[in-house]
């Protein structure tokens, strides 16, 4: 069965930390550009960072920059979203997605082969 599917999220305080995973199986994930979307209630689904099929390349949203890092472990089929410096703000769920070329910017969430189920974090005091 092809999927992914994302661990690492929770609530934490403003100012705090979480690392999501994203996790491929079924499929070569070396082979697939990654990209981390978000969705906070009542908003529309905003692409956060993406990241090359080497690792090379990556792309961040604005809102992230510099407090974000996206990271891959091929041989794990694994990629990471580390999120520091955590705001009220980046609450909502977060997705992976894998695309069939090198990279995935700009971020579209048209195109992409496969989704994640997704995985909540909650910024709050």
């Known amino acids: 069965q092809l999927q992914l599917v994302e661990s690492g999220g929770g609530l934490v305080q403003p100012g705090g930390s979480l690392r999501l995973s994203c996790a491929a199986s079924g499929f070569t994930l070396a082979g697939y550009a990654i990209g981390w979307f978000r969705q906070a209630p009542g908003k529309e689904r905003e692409g956060v960072s993406c990241?090359?099929?080497?690792?090379?390349?990556?792309n961040y949203a604005d809102s992230v920059e510099g407090r974000f890092t996206i990271s891959r472990d091929n041989a794990k089929k694994t990629v990471y979203l580390q999120m520091n410096s955590l705001k009220p703000e980046d609450t909502g769920v977060y997705y992976c997605a894998a695309y069939g070329r090198y990279f995935c910017a700009p971020m579209s969430d048209k195109g992409a082969d496969y989704w994640g189920q997704g995985t909540q974090v909650t910024v709050s005091s």
């Open positions: 990241i090359s099929t080497t690792g090379t390349s990556t």
